[in-house]
């Protein structure tokens, strides 16, 4: 199929060259733009001339109407579709036969690998994403992060970048210390893990029970700062508490990941990392990079870039969050040097990410061009806002669990418990479903409430509804290994079979996905892959409703549909794993 387009597109250009005044650069086929007609009506390609326009000094429905002899007397174009010149465009009527033919051989035979690309072969990408604290478990608002940052990177790969999904756990500071007060207040010696208690869930308890305590204890707040001194100097008992709490919160979050089908391949850690940025800071000081205030305090002048200026190291040489991330980056690419660095991280911090990559540049580090922020807006309740130390956040585990007890429920009330086999298991997933779907299908760097009951519709634009549709499609696969399916297993997959109009728009809809991969990973825009979903499964309901699969007029229609009914399915397996949502063969 592709090679039917490159075709088209090397005539178009080389008729365009001889078109040109003599001394002209030739026209190459990178620079013929290529949509799809908004009407199939008016063809299958459309190639828009408004950019040849100055250089021919001709309109650009001149332009095609002078095209059009040049492209029909070619030879190379014969058998490879009709065209036709409309307004400034030149479109094209693909021969549906030979194109159904190439897009159906082409999505079964490569199957699990359809839809992967080669475009970003030899690419270097690392990802981070999640950046909890230890002080609490995961919340909505991770949830989003994460399913962005997985999502990115596994849409990433398939558009054949070497991805590495990295983490960076912030385990130290005074809201790690306050967990560790509330602790030695109200902890009585518990340990969570030996009372069946979640432990980051516990560990987030001890945050709020500060928050509640500070409120009538004013010095709290005081004595917090003083643990965190101690911890900076190393006080053992101190550091004991912190190892302890840091590790049963990072045991629960990991459960919360695995749960999610989140993974990294490496974590980093704010207490191995925020000395190497002090170590920077004063190198730059030496070298007249930065300045120091009477206090001993360090800065970085900012008006060049529009702000003011920025603190960096304390007066009394404790770092701020800033010289973590300058270390942090100079650490990763020493040890995966990468061509980008996604940064999936809030909206609320584009400030930071753009005085980071300015102090980068003015450091000296070449790379500091491959840095790049993916800002994404704050994902919130009907009811408001969230506050961890109020104890009013979501936490990530409740909300799935509560999607999955929603989703048994309807599982329950349409007596489906025996056909789906582990109605838990399938629950779970269909949870996983909506929660990401629905997380994924906002623009990423606009704000969104999440609403859990529509999320969880099988109706409309959501996650359950994609699954179902390939419950669907994997139940009429089952059914043409027996007795229904004969007709079909006795004919002949014939594509030029496939003629009408719903047939040929769902297979110019399976063809794009390899495109919506690539311009997804481009973008960074995980919300292309659940849009492409959304139209798949509306296209196929379509075909399922008009077009007779198992039991259509005779044996070779029966097997064409069926074959076509395949590659949707490959399909639909495919996207679904790049936006998180678990495919399911019985529903």
């Given at each position: 199929?592709?090679?039917?387009?490159?075709?088209?597109?090397?005539?178009?250009?080389?008729?365009?060259?001889?078109?040109?005044?003599?001394?002209?650069?030739?026209?190459?086929?990178?620079?013929?733009?290529?949509?799809?007609?908004?009407?199939?009506?008016?063809?299958?390609?459309?190639?828009?001339?408004?950019?040849?326009?100055?250089?021919?000094?001709?309109?650009?429905?001149?332009?095609?109407?002078?095209?059009?002899?040049?492209?029909?007397?070619?030879?190379?174009?014969?058998?490879?579709?009709?065209?036709?010149?409309?307004?400034?465009?030149?479109?094209?009527?693909?021969?549906?036969?030979?194109?159904?033919?190439?897009?159906?051989?082409?999505?079964?035979?490569?199957?699990?690998?359809?839809?992967?690309?080669?475009?970003?072969?030899?690419?270097?990408?690392?990802?981070?994403?999640?950046?909890?604290?230890?002080?609490?478990?995961?919340?909505?608002?991770?949830?989003?992060?994460?399913?962005?940052?997985?999502?990115?990177?596994?849409?990433?790969?398939?558009?054949?970048?070497?991805?590495?999904?990295?983490?960076?756990?912030?385990?130290?500071?005074?809201?790690?210390?306050?967990?560790?007060?509330?602790?030695?207040?109200?902890?009585?010696?518990?340990?969570?893990?030996?009372?069946?208690?979640?432990?980051?869930?516990?560990?987030?308890?001890?945050?709020?029970?500060?928050?509640?305590?500070?409120?009538?204890?004013?010095?709290?707040?005081?004595?917090?700062?003083?643990?965190?001194?101690?911890?900076?100097?190393?006080?053992?008992?101190?550091?004991?508490?912190?190892?302890?709490?840091?590790?049963?919160?990072?045991?629960?979050?990991?459960?919360?990941?695995?749960?999610?089908?989140?993974?990294?391949?490496?974590?980093?850690?704010?207490?191995?990392?925020?000395?190497?940025?002090?170590?920077?800071?004063?190198?730059?000081?030496?070298?007249?990079?930065?300045?120091?205030?009477?206090?001993?305090?360090?800065?970085?002048?900012?008006?060049?870039?529009?702000?003011?200026?920025?603190?960096?190291?304390?007066?009394?040489?404790?770092?701020?969050?800033?010289?973590?991330?300058?270390?942090?980056?100079?650490?990763?690419?020493?040890?995966?040097?990468?061509?980008k660095l996604i940064y999936v991280v809030g909206n609320e911090q584009i400030y930071h990410f753009k005085v980071l990559f300015y102090i980068m540049k003015l450091l000296g580090y070449d790379w500091y061009t491959g840095l790049y922020h993916l800002a994404y807006g704050m994902v919130n309740l009907p009811e408001g806002k969230m506050k961890s130390r109020e104890g009013t956040v979501v936490d990530a585990d409740d909300l799935i669990t509560e999607l999955k007890n929603s989703a048994l429920k309807e599982i329950a009330s349409k007596g489906r418990e025996d056909a789906v086999g582990n109605p838990e298991e399938v629950a779970e997933k269909v949870a996983l479903g909506a929660l990401h779907y629905f997380l994924l299908q906002v623009d990423t760097i606009k704000d969104m409430l999440f609403n859990a009951s529509e999320s969880l519709s099988f109706n409309g634009n959501t996650g359950p509804y994609i699954q179902y549709m390939g419950a669907r499609i994997s139940s009429i696969l089952r059914k043409a290994d027996t007795e229904e399916g004969k007709k079909a297993k006795t004919g002949v997959c014939k594509p030029e079979l496939l003629s009408s109009d719903i047939e040929w728009e769902l297979l110019k809809k399976l063809e794009e996905f390899p495109a919506q991969v690539d311009k997804a990973a481009a973008q960074y825009a995980p919300m292309l892959i659940t849009s492409y979903l959304y139209d798949l499964c509306k296209l196929f309901s379509r075909f399922y409703h008009d077009c007779p699969i198992l039991g259509a007029e005779n044996a070779d229609v029966a097997a064409t549909r069926l074959a076509l009914a395949k590659a949707v399915y490959i399909v639909l397996k495919n996207a679904t794993g790049l936006v998180i949502v678990p495919f399911l063969e019985v529903m």
């Amino acid at each position: 199929m592709n090679d039917i387009r490159l075709l088209w597109k090397e005539s178009i250009a080389r008729a365009l060259t001889s078109m040109q005044p003599e001394g002209a650069e030739a026209v190459t086929a990178e620079r013929i733009a290529m949509e799809t007609p908004p009407d199939p009506t008016l063809g299958d390609l459309g190639f828009p001339l408004f950019s040849f326009a100055k250089v021919l000094r001709s309109a650009p429905a001149k332009i095609a109407t002078e095209l059009l002899p040049k492209l029909q007397a070619d030879s190379a174009l014969k058998g490879k579709g009709e065209v036709k010149a409309v307004g400034p465009y030149i479109n094209v009527f693909l021969p549906k036969g030979e194109t159904a033919a190439q897009i159906l051989n082409a999505i079964i035979s490569g199957n699990e690998n359809y839809g992967k690309t080669t475009t970003l072969a030899g690419k270097k990408i690392m990802v981070e994403f999640s950046s909890p604290n230890t002080n609490k478990p995961l919340h909505l608002g991770h949830l989003r992060n994460d399913a962005i940052g997985e999502s990115l990177s596994r849409i990433l790969q398939f558009s054949g970048a070497d991805v590495y999904k990295t983490n960076i756990i912030n385990d130290r500071g005074v809201h790690i210390c306050k967990s560790m007060l509330a602790y030695k207040l109200f902890g009585n010696g518990i340990d969570p893990v030996k009372e069946g208690i979640k432990p980051d869930k516990f560990v987030g308890d001890m945050y709020v029970q500060f928050h509640k305590y500070s409120k009538d204890h004013p010095e709290a707040e005081d004595d917090a700062q003083e643990m965190l001194r101690k911890w900076e100097a190393g006080d053992p008992e101190t550091m004991q508490l912190w190892k302890t709490m840091n590790g049963w919160a990072l045991q629960g979050i990991q459960q919360t990941y695995s749960r999610t089908g989140v993974s990294f391949d490496k974590l980093f850690f704010e207490s191995d990392v925020f000395r190497k940025g002090r170590d920077e800071i004063m190198e730059g000081l030496k070298k007249g990079i930065f300045y120091k205030d009477e206090d001993g305090s360090i800065w970085v002048d900012l008006k060049s870039i529009g702000f003011e200026k920025k603190l960096l190291l304390r007066g009394d040489g404790t770092s701020v969050y800033i010289t973590q991330d300058i270390g942090l980056a100079i650490t990763r690419h020493g040890e995966w040097p990468f061509d980008k660095l996604i940064y999936v991280v809030g909206n609320e911090q584009i400030y930071h990410f753009k005085v980071l990559f300015y102090i980068m540049k003015l450091l000296g580090y070449d790379w500091y061009t491959g840095l790049y922020h993916l800002a994404y807006g704050m994902v919130n309740l009907p009811e408001g806002k969230m506050k961890s130390r109020e104890g009013t956040v979501v936490d990530a585990d409740d909300l799935i669990t509560e999607l999955k007890n929603s989703a048994l429920k309807e599982i329950a009330s349409k007596g489906r418990e025996d056909a789906v086999g582990n109605p838990e298991e399938v629950a779970e997933k269909v949870a996983l479903g909506a929660l990401h779907y629905f997380l994924l299908q906002v623009d990423t760097i606009k704000d969104m409430l999440f609403n859990a009951s529509e999320s969880l519709s099988f109706n409309g634009n959501t996650g359950p509804y994609i699954q179902y549709m390939g419950a669907r499609i994997s139940s009429i696969l089952r059914k043409a290994d027996t007795e229904e399916g004969k007709k079909a297993k006795t004919g002949v997959c014939k594509p030029e079979l496939l003629s009408s109009d719903i047939e040929w728009e769902l297979l110019k809809k399976l063809e794009e996905f390899p495109a919506q991969v690539d311009k997804a990973a481009a973008q960074y825009a995980p919300m292309l892959i659940t849009s492409y979903l959304y139209d798949l499964c509306k296209l196929f309901s379509r075909f399922y409703h008009d077009c007779p699969i198992l039991g259509a007029e005779n044996a070779d229609v029966a097997a064409t549909r069926l074959a076509l009914a395949k590659a949707v399915y490959i399909v639909l397996k495919n996207a679904t794993g790049l936006v998180i949502v678990p495919f399911l063969e019985v529903m």
